[in-house]
C-alpha cells in the first residue's frame, strides 16, 4: 500500500459534514442569528454531539462562519476563472492572493489557528482525535488540486499527492507565522521566501518525475 495512500476512508465524508455545520451556520448568520453550535447542528441536521466535536465551543464556529469562510471567497472566485495552464503562474497567483489576504486579517487568522489547536488538543484529550475528525476545512488541498490540475496525466497519483502535501507547507497563516515569529522577516519579505520555496518545490517535483520516466 502506498505511505500516501488515505488513511481514513470515511474523511471525505467527515469533511463535508463540517461544511455542512458551516453552512447552516453561516445561513443562520445571514438572518441575523449569531449561531450557537447547538443551532448550527440542528439546521445542518446532525447530532449535537458531532457538532461539538468539530466546534467544541460557540467561538470556534463564529471565528470560522464570521473570520475566515467570508474572507477566503476571492482565492476561490481566483481559481474559478484562471487562464493560464502553466503551472506555476497558477501557483503564484494563489500564492499572492491567499497571502495578501491572511496579511491583512493576519489577527483573525492567527485568532483562527489559535482555535484549531485549541479544537484539536480537547478532541485529544477526550479521544475523537483517533476518529480522524476534520479540525479545519482543509482548504489549501483543494485549491493545490486546481492548480495542479494540467499535470492530472503527466504525475503519478502518489507523486501528486507528495507534492500537493509538500505545497501545503508553504501558504496560510501557519506559514507566515513562521517567516515572521521564528525567521523575524516583515511581510513582503515573508509572501517572497515563501512563493520561492513554492516553486523550488514543484519544480524539485516535476524533475523527479521527468527522471523517474527516463530510467530504464
Given at each position: 500500500?502506498?505511505?500516501?495512500?488515505?488513511?481514513?476512508?470515511?474523511a471525505?465524508?467527515?469533511?463535508?459534514?463540517?461544511?455542512?455545520?458551516?453552512?447552516?451556520?453561516?445561513?443562520?448568520?445571514?438572518?441575523?442569528?449569531?449561531?450557537?453550535?447547538?443551532?448550527?447542528?440542528?439546521?445542518?441536521?446532525?447530532?449535537?454531539?458531532?457538532?461539538?466535536r468539530?466546534?467544541?465551543?460557540?467561538?470556534?464556529?463564529?471565528?470560522?462562519?464570521?473570520?475566515?469562510?467570508?474572507?477566503?471567497?476571492?482565492?476561490?472566485?481566483?481559481?474559478?476563472?484562471?487562464?493560464?495552464?502553466?503551472?506555476?503562474?497558477?501557483?503564484?497567483?494563489?500564492?499572492?492572493?491567499?497571502?495578501?489576504?491572511?496579511?491583512?486579517?493576519?489577527?483573525?487568522?492567527?485568532?483562527?489557528?489559535?482555535?484549531y489547536?485549541?479544537?484539536w488538543l480537547?478532541?485529544?484529550?477526550?479521544?475523537?482525535?483517533?476518529?480522524g475528525?476534520?479540525?479545519?476545512?482543509?482548504?489549501?488541498?483543494?485549491?493545490?488540486?486546481?492548480?495542479?490540475?494540467?499535470?492530472?496525466?503527466?504525475?503519478?497519483?502518489?507523486?501528486?499527492?507528495?507534492?500537493?502535501?509538500?505545497?501545503?507547507?508553504?501558504?496560510?497563516?501557519?506559514?507566515?507565522?513562521?517567516?515572521?515569529?521564528?525567521?523575524?522577516?516583515?511581510?513582503?519579505?515573508?509572501?517572497a521566501?515563501?512563493?520561492w520555496?513554492?516553486?523550488?518545490?514543484?519544480?524539485?517535483?516535476l524533475?523527479?518525475?521527468?527522471?523517474?520516466?527516463?530510467?530504464?
Amino acid at each position: 500500500m502506498s505511505s500516501f495512500a488515505q488513511k481514513d476512508p470515511r474523511a471525505n465524508q467527515k469533511a463535508r459534514t463540517r461544511e455542512a455545520i458551516v453552512e447552516a451556520a453561516q445561513q443562520l448568520h445571514r438572518g441575523g442569528i449569531t449561531p450557537t453550535v447547538a443551532q448550527a447542528a440542528e439546521q445542518a441536521r446532525v447530532s449535537r454531539a458531532t457538532a461539538y466535536r468539530y466546534f467544541p465551543t460557540q467561538e470556534a464556529l463564529i471565528v470560522e462562519v464570521t473570520g475566515i469562510t467570508p474572507r477566503v471567497l476571492e482565492v476561490d472566485k481566483l481559481l474559478e476563472n484562471l487562464t493560464t495552464e502553466d503551472v506555476e503562474t497558477r501557483l503564484l497567483q494563489l500564492q499572492e492572493k491567499f497571502g495578501q489576504i491572511v496579511l491583512a486579517e493576519e489577527a483573525q487568522f492567527r485568532t483562527a489557528l489559535r482555535v484549531y489547536q485549541d479544537t484539536w488538543l480537547r478532541s485529544e484529550r477526550n479521544g475523537d482525535n483517533k476518529n480522524g475528525f476534520a479540525v479545519r476545512e482543509g482548504r489549501r488541498m483543494r485549491w493545490l488540486d486546481k492548480v495542479l490540475e494540467p499535470l492530472h496525466d503527466a504525475l503519478p497519483e502518489e507523486q501528486k499527492r507528495r507534492l500537493r502535501g509538500a505545497l501545503a507547507l508553504t501558504m496560510g497563516i501557519d506559514s507566515i507565522a513562521t517567516m515572521k515569529d521564528v525567521c523575524g522577516l516583515e511581510d513582503q519579505e515573508a509572501l517572497a521566501v515563501l512563493r520561492w520555496v513554492a516553486i523550488v518545490l514543484l519544480r524539485a517535483g516535476l524533475k523527479e518525475n521527468d527522471t523517474s520516466a527516463s530510467m530504464p
